[in-house]
């Protein structure tokens, strides 16, 4: 329900921006909304009104999120329940495994995809959650970490037969990538892709910058920045985003590899602009569980990528090149 306000938010800018700067030529565009990759994921269309391309968009995600969720029966499903044995993966989820594990070493295990047995412990979508015993968290614990997954070509294996991979963490930055690159092919010059916070602005808008609003992590219907770009990827990671509150603790759903509970932190989100939407959904992760000062300094050390930390004292910090506006 709160994605769907978020969703709501960012709408309602690109809409202030049609009405602002769209002027010149009406939009020849169509826009789809979904339920999809356990959020609301949405598809707009600006130089094209080709609504097969909309029913391909999302016949695509459906078929991403089978071959990499850990529920379903596709290639990671089929990892999880091998029990250790060696599986034959198609290329593509191969180099995101790989990806993923160059994540886990950048980030010293602040991102980790093996996290999933203990991940598995935690339902931050039930009414009434509780956390789960302190000596399952532990347990779980023993069987995460990057030495356990291992690829070589299309072989993976997970060297512990209780051992998993959660991909829900870099997932949707990676469907974004396929998604922005499958409607390149078919000619789209303009579209933006929500994909439940993982947003990706294809092209350019009117011959301009997209804008991009960045959520107020404290209130749903407000806006902390608005992020300027083109062909990027804005990624955010927040606790606001799910959790639940038991004995007046709140618990949420990123958490940290070093402890299997949720991440403590200074920060309420981060949002990450890059070029591939994959990098900016594992870093965005990857910081929210480091923290401002360590978060900032990761970013500051790679190439074409900025972030906007909005920390749990309200006050914003934004990397050098960062283009945005406050609201
Ligand atoms: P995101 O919303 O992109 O920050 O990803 C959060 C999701 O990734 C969670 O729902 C888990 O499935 C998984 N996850 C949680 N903590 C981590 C972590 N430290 N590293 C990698 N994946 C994680
Ligand atoms: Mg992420």
């Known amino acids: 329900m709160k994605k769907r306000r978020w969703a709501a938010a960012i709408t309602e800018i690109f809409l202030l921006v049609t009405l602002t700067?769209?002027?010149?030529?009406?939009?020849?565009?169509?826009?789809?909304?979904?339920?999809?990759?356990?959020?609301?994921?949405?598809?707009t269309l600006y130089d094209t009104a080709d609504t097969a391309l909309l029913d391909e968009c999302f016949a695509l995600i459906q078929q991403w999120e089978t071959q990499l969720s850990c529920h379903a029966d596709g290639d990671i499903g089929r990892l999880n329940a091998a029990k250790g044995a060696a599986l034959?993966?198609?290329?593509?989820?191969?180099?995101?495994?790989?990806?993923?594990?160059?994540?886990?070493?950048?980030?010293?295990?602040?991102?980790?995809?093996?996290?999933?047995?203990?991940?598995?412990?935690?339902?931050?979508?039930?009414?009434?959650?509780?956390?789960?015993?302190?000596?399952?968290?532990?347990?779980?614990?023993?069987?995460?970490?990057?030495?356990?997954?291992?690829?070589?070509g299309t072989t993976v294996r997970l060297l512990d037969p209780a051992a998993g991979v959660d991909l829900g963490g870099i997932a949707k930055g990676y469907i974004a990538d396929r998604l922005a690159d499958y409607l390149r092919k078919q000619g789209v010059g303009s579209a933006l892709l929500d994909l439940g916070g993982n947003i990706y602005a294809l092209g350019s808008r009117n011959g301009g910058d997209f804008r991009i609003g960045i959520r107020d992590p404290r209130d749903e219907n407000s806006l902390v920045a608005v992020v300027t770009g083109q062909d990027c990827s804005v990624v955010t990671s927040g606790s606001y985003e799910r959790g639940f509150t038991y004995q007046g603790c709140r618990y949420h759903h990123i958490l940290d590899p070093a402890t299997g509970y949720p991440a403590q932190t200074d920060l309420l989100s981060v949002t990450v602009v890059s070029p591939r939407s994959v990098d900016g959904d594992a870093l965005a992760t990857a910081c929210f569980v480091l923290g401002k000062e360590r978060g900032l300094s990761l970013i500051a050390s790679l190439p074409e990528t900025e972030a906007l930390f909005v920390t749990k004292d309200g006050s914003l910090a934004a990397t050098e090149g960062l283009r945005y506006t406050l609201p």
Do not use: M
């Open 21 to 43: 700067v769209g002027c010149r030529k009406a939009d020849a565009g169509v826009r789809r909304e979904g339920i999809a990759l356990d959020t609301v994921v949405s598809v």
């Open 88 to 152: 034959t993966v198609a290329p593509e989820t191969a180099q995101l495994l790989s990806e993923a594990l160059s994540y886990s070493r950048l980030t010293d295990g602040a991102f980790d995809v093996t996290l999933e047995p203990v991940t598995r412990l935690w339902d931050f979508k039930k009414e009434n959650a509780v956390p789960p015993a302190q000596d399952a968290v532990k347990a779980a614990l023993a069987k995460t970490g990057a030495a356990r997954l291992h690829v070589e």
